[in-house]
């Protein structure tokens, strides 16, 4: 056994993890308690990564699909590669180099990164390569480098132990970034916080102030607060005359943005308004938050600057607990564009816009020239896909037939496209269906190289297995391709892709950022690994914090304010679609769950494809509790269960992001950015993932379907996918792995019209593995159906179908399996309808996912405790253990712990 040290894969707080590993599985992980990011913390997501680190539904070999109708055939590397580039090379030589595309990911490692845009630019010759930090962190890029000169977060994680104020804009913090957040709850200093969002999150509900904006009028609320700052003489006027210009035409911008004209554009009161820019004023330390909420967004960098604005005219900047903070989304976005992996930038933080940064990097490779041509973002890479302008494809490590917005044309384009390489580590990944050719890459565990977290901080990852199968590391990958398309394209040129290993291609990349502002030519793999991870610029030290001398990296050193108008969402919501939808994350998930999907104890919390709704609304459309509807915008429509929530107000509904076409299939359900627009910021490529209008209509269902079966974990992936494969012509159904003492898929699937007989015999010989049920119970038509298959006094499986199903039966008798107890005493009842009243269990989410700790023991244990919500919290804890470890269900237990007990409210009534 050894400990390795790593970094936790998802989120940008860039966590260390030391894994435990016998060199053939990761037995366990702990946070590494030396790490900056995270002191030894994890939350529910890091800490469950052992549990991820499976080999089944892993891609081990190359797969080639050697015509458009043929089925995938495992081949050697040789072949696979041979054919790709090939394909590739064919349509470069008769369409040109701009007619192929390399599609990357936030969650590559910097090696990878550099890699692949040296393939794509130097050696392919397009600057057709962007990634899907596009769909995440662009806006961002474009609001620093508009401001402050370059994209480079000026402030660090400690800042939050300094700050006065925390102002938290478009970021659920607590789901998304959990162990930035537990650093929050436990500052002391006891920062006020204000959080805007249009829903009353988990970060929402702590703070000491919630605006809940109505969805994308965060820039008239920014400009409000500005308004207001400027009339009360809170802003730094020598501060704004020494170190920025372009302040008269914000200040003249915003006249007219009196909170009282933004409080009608915003939805909340003018008072709230002025509260907000109240404290900021009086705070000594100003430090914002940021994510998503203002990045994925028309007004993506609009937004960004308005918000950086205020904290410019307030001089909250440059110095310890101030500052506008982004927080990346992904692992290592910010490596991404350290090294140009972004359609717009070059190696270094340079422009591919600008001719001398593509001569010098020209230069700096050996190679003749950069091309020219502006490269495609994202959308616009899809939308030429689609066109036929683009004709090949590579995709390496993401997943864009369920990330991009508006995934019936992305489905579309990927079906047009000549050639699809899709380099991936996942067989679970909707847009392996569209690849031509299948390269197996290693994934976390087994990767080597750097990532840059949130604060600019570089970290070493080492592997701690080897590749599994024949799997290859994707810096591995792109230098194998770029090979051959060197030999093919420039056979009379000297090579630029030999690496032997990562850390030759992290110090070539390193060469590269000498005289940048993330210049870090006096750090080394070396130092990294003896000093710990480091924050860039790196010269001579670490660099916590930047502009501490008001110094800023544009061209004359001054700041700048940008003045631009508020732009409402792309879709706006009327008669025909009158609900704003916006989207977000599950607390225990991350994207398209290709990897937590795979721990079952990640859908304790959340376990159902659900839109939210407020039960109001419900009401008023007589749309029952937990029926089926169908969520429709002007793109497409998916159909899903319903939830009333408290979080939202009325005229509102919201979806996770994370549900594909692996998870919820149905006739229609290609997943749910099918709804979501392809409009963009005209500044950054962003496209606006977080809004679209929809309508709900009740789906009039007659027939659905329970089921589960108990099988080992190393078997659940391919279980699902039999199971979602023969639901696809259904109305709706999904499918999820659950846990308790046995393990297992959960199955659940509705249809306007029931399937045949025929359905349901294929189904049950799924369920059955091929035995016939044990017991069996059935109406003359065989439709409504109940049957269960039973293993030494155990039950093992069921199936019921019906309209409706009884929906206890089915709880009560997954609980049977999960908990494995002998059936013996309660035989009798296994094929009743409903259960006895006393046997019922009600479905109940867990909301502590390390102790297993439901709502409702939860709530049954609060009932019987009184006193402060500290004092609550506490005993709460004691009892039950829940939020004693990872932390990430301790918002919704401060919520709880503030809620009147039971007792008292029966008390108060008698
Ligand atoms: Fe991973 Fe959670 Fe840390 Fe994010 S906060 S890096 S998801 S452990």
Same mark, same amino acid.
């Given at each position: 056994m050894?400990?390795?040290a ?6 940008g707080?860039?966590?260390g993890?030391?894994? $435990? ?6 037995i ?22 052992h ?9 081990t ?7 458009k109708? +043929?089925?995938?055939e ?25 007619s ?6 936030? /969650? ?6 550099y ?18 930090s ?17 994209d480079?977060?000026?402030?660090c ?7 006065d ?9 607590? #789901? ?16 006020r916080?204000?959080v ?9 509900? /702590? ?17 409000a607060?500005?308004h207001?700052l400027?009339w ?10 020494a170190?920025?210009?372009g ?17 009608r554009?915003?939805?909340v ?9 109240q ?9 914002s938050?940021?994510c ?15 918000l ?11 110095r310890?607990?101030?500052?506008p ?6 692992p290592n ?29 020209a230069?700096?490779w ?20 689609e ?11 993401t ?6 917005p508006?995934? $019936? ?18 067989a679970?990944s909707?847009?392996? +269906? ?6 197996p890459? $290693? ?5 080597s190289? $750097?990532?840059?977290?949130?604060e600019?901080?570089i970290t ?10 024949d799997?290859k590391?994707?810096?591995?990958i792109?230098c194998?391709?770029?090979l ?12 630029v ?9 992290w110090?070539?990349h ?5 005289g940048?502002?993330?210049d870090i ?27 501490t001398d ?22 706006k ?5 009158p ?33 939210w709704?407020?039960?109001?609304d ?22 899903? !269960?319903?939830?009333?929530?408290e ?15 692996s998870f919820l ?6 997943g749910?950015?099918?709804l ?20 709900i209509e009740?789906v !009039?269902i007659s #027939?659905?379907?329970?089921s ?5 974990a ?10 979602? /494969? ?15 003492e ?6 659940e699937?509705?249809?306007e ?19 016939t ?14 049957k269960?298959?039973l ?18 039966s089915?709880q #009560? ?6 908990t494995?107890l002998?059936? +013996? ?14 046997m019922?269990?009600?479905?109940s ?12 023991a939860i709530?049954?244990?609060l ?11 506490a005993?709460?804890?004691? !009892?039950?253990q ?29």
């Open positions: 050894k400990e390795v790593t970094t936790c894969p998802y989120c707080v860039g966590c993890v030391l894994a $435990t590993t016998d060199g053939t599985q990761i366990s992980v702990r946070g590494d308690p030396n790490h900056p990011a995270n002191f030894g913390k994890l939350c529910s997501k890091g800490s469950a990564l549990l991820t680190a499976r080999p089944d539904d892993r891609l070999a190359p797969q080639v699909r050697p015509t109708a +043929a089925p995938l495992s081949v050697s590397w040789d072949s696979a590669l041979d054919f790709a580039v090939n394909q590739f090379v064919e349509i470069i030589n008769t369409c040109g180099a701009d192929v595309a390399f599609y990357g990911s936030g /969650q590559l490692l910097t090696e990878d990164y890699a692949l845009n040296k393939l794509a630019r130097a050696v392919v010759g397009t600057n057709n390569l962007d990634t899907n596009r769909l995440c962190m662009s806006s961002t890029v474009a609001g620093y480098k508009a401001t402050l000169g370059a480079a977060v000026p402030t994680y400690e800042d939050v132990d300094h700050a104020l925390v102002f938290i804009a478009g970021s659920n913090t607590a #789901w998304a970034h959990p162990v930035l957040y537990r650093r929050l709850e436990s500052s002391v200093k006891k920062p916080v204000i805007i969002d249009p829903r009353r999150t988990e970060t929402a509900a /702590q703070a000491d102030l919630h605006l809940p904006i109505l969805p994308g009028t965060d820039v008239p609320l920014f400009h607060m500005l207001w400027i009360e003489e809170h802003i730094d006027r020598p501060f704004i005359d170190h920025t210009e302040f008269a035409e914000l200040r003249q911008l915003v006249r007219e943005a009196s909170p009282s004209v933004v409080a554009i915003c939805g009161p003018e008072k709230d308004i002025i509260t907000a820019a404290w900021w004023a009086e705070s000594g330390n100003v430090l938050l940021y998503q909420g203002l990045n994925q967004s028309v007004s993506g960098t609009a937004k960004n600057t308005a950086i604005a205020l904290h410019l005219a307030t001089k909250q900047i440059g310890a607990g101030a500052g903070f982004s927080l990346t989304g992904q976005a910010m490596g991404g564009r350290e090294v140009g992996a972004l359609a717009n930038l070059l190696p270094g933080h340079r422009e591919a816009s600008n001719a001398d940064h593509r001569d010098e990097v230069r700096l050996g190679i003749p020239t950069i091309p020219e041509t502006p490269g495609k973002t994202a959308v616009e890479m899809f939308d030429a896909l066109r036929g302008e683009i004709k090949a494809i590579w995709i390496a490590c997943n864009p037939a369920h990330s991009m508006d995934l $019936t044309r992305i489905h579309a384009a990927l079906r047009k496209a000549q050639c699809v390489v899709v380099q991936e580590a996942f679970s909707e847009t392996i +269906a569209f690849a031509d050719v299948v390269l890459a $290693t994934t976390w565990g087994e990767k190289g $750097t990532v840059t977290n949130s600019r901080r070493r990852v080492t592997a701690a297995l080897p590749p599994l199968g799997s590391p994707d810096w591995e792109f194998a391709a770029g051959r398309f060197e030999k093919a394209l420039h056979p009379q040129r000297a090579s892709m030999q690496f032997p290993n990562p850390q030759a291609l110090e070539e390193r060469a590269m950022t000498a940048r502002d993330l030519t006096g750090l080394s793999y070396e130092i990294l690994a003896s000093d710990g991870p480091q924050q860039w610029p790196y010269t001579t030290a670490s660099t916590a914090r930047l502009y008001f110094k800023f990296s544009t061209a004359n050193g001054k700041a700048k304010f940008v003045a631009t108008p508020y732009r409402a969402t792309a879709d919501t009327s008669n025909a679609y609900f704003a939808l916006t989207t977000g994350r599950m607390r225990d998930h991350w994207h398209s769950m290709t990897r937590t999907g795979r721990n079952a104890h990640a859908f304790g919390h959340e376990s159902a494809p659900q839109v709704m407020h039960k109001d419900m009401t008023r459309r007589a749309i029952p509790a937990d029926a089926w509807v169908r969520v429709r915008s002007a793109r497409g429509s998916i159909v899903v !269960k319903v939830l009333a929530h979080s939202l107000r009325s005229g509102q509904v919201y979806l996770p992001m994370h549900w594909g076409q299939v149905g006739q229609h359900n290609l749910i950015n099918t979501m627009p392809a409009a963009f910021c005209p500044s950054s490529k962003q496209p606006e993932l977080k809004h679209a209008a929809v309508k009740v !009039k #027939w659905s379907c329970a589960f079966v108990s099988i080992p190393a078997q659940i992936e391919a279980m699902r996918g039999k199971f979602l /494969q023969h639901a696809s012509a259904l109305t709706a159904a999904y499918a999820i792995p659950i846990a308790g046995a393990s297992g898929i959960w199955f699937a509705v249809a019209t029931p399937p045949d007989a025929a359905w349901h015999a294929t189904l049950d010989a799924v369920i059955g593995d091929g035995e049920a044990n017991l069996e119970y059935a109406d003359s038509n065989r439709i409504d159906a109940r269960l298959w293993q030494d006094d155990a039950l093992v499986a069921a199936r019921l179908t019906g309209a409706p199903y009884a929906s206890e089915a #009560w008798l997954r609980e049977m399996m999960l494995g002998p059936i +013996a005493r309660v035989r009798k009842w296994l094929l009743a309808p409903r259960p006895p009243a006393a019922i269990v009600a479905s989410p867990i909301v502590c996912a390390c102790f297993g700790v439901k709502r409702s709530s049954e244990t009932a019987a405790i009184d006193g402060a919500p500290q004092a609550r919290l005993t709460l804890q004691t !009892k039950l829940c939020g004693t470890n990872c932390g990430s269900c301790l918002p919704e237990l401060k919520r709880s712990v503030t809620e009147i007990p039971f007792t008292k409210i029966m008390a108060v009534m008698q």
